[in-house]
């Protein structure tokens, strides 16, 4: 529940406008949990200013403070945050893993999202095709990223046929994590197959789903 008004909360969650920090914001609409959201956004001077440096000196987005935690708890990368949140205020919806096997197919998952389509693919492409004017222009950057991603995609899709959830044990951080790396493809024009189509567009009739976006995406 994003708040509009500042002080009187525990918690807050700094950044909007990226699949980063749909995360966050996602991951504390599943939890039901009360907030107040500041949506400075990447590249817009908003991280460079000397209160969010002092939270975060990365300069990056998104960030969270729990005020509620002795000395005051910031943490400032999605999966770091998402997984907190899970673990100290889980609900029915979205638990945590309960044991090692879990935490290690759920771990997978969200490494892979992460590294492999996140980290290696979709944010390289941002760099040398929308930030080309920042990063250099990179056209066989690109071109090799999306081979590549392709590849990583065909994985998902084989995964994803015949599953309502990434994992057996129903929606979890995986699904938040490859969600959002999903949707942030298909935004960039890539084929995904027909089960990750469907896969995605299940997520989004989650209603905790719509509300972050709505909050996350003001605009």
């Known amino acids: 529940m994003a708040l509009d008004f500042q002080g009187g909360k525990a918690m807050e969650i700094w950044g909007a406008h990226t699949a980063r920090t749909m995360r966050a914001v996602w991951t504390a609409e599943e939890l039901g949990l009360e907030y107040i959201l500041h949506p400075i956004g990447p590249r817009t001077g908003e991280t460079q200013t000397t209160t969010y440096k002092g939270l975060n000196p990365k300069q990056k987005i998104p960030c969270l403070v729990d005020a509620s935690v ?29 044991t090692p096997v879990e935490f290690a197919a759920e771990d997978e998952w969200c490494t892979f999202a992460l590294s492999e389509l996140d980290e290696t693919s979709l944010y390289v492409v941002r760099r040398h095709r929308d930030l080309a004017h920042i990063y250099g222009e990179g056209p066989a950057v690109v071109e090799s990223c999306f081979e590549y991603l392709g590849g990583q995609l065909r994985v998902v899709e084989a995964h994803l046929s015949g599953r309502t959830c990434v994992l057996d044990r129903g929606f979890s951080l995986a699904d938040i994590m490859l969600t959002t790396c999903l949707t942030w493809a298909k935004d960039y024009g890539a084929d995904l197959g027909i089960a990750s189509l469907e896969y995605v567009q299940r997520m989004k009739q989650r209603e905790a789903y719509r509300r972050a976006v709505k909050i996350n995406y003001p605009r």
């Open 70 to 98: 002795t000395g005051r708890l910031v943490l400032t990368e999605s999966l770091a945050i998402a997984r907190y949140l899970i673990s100290a205020y889980p609900s029915e919806t979205l638990k945590p893993p309960s």
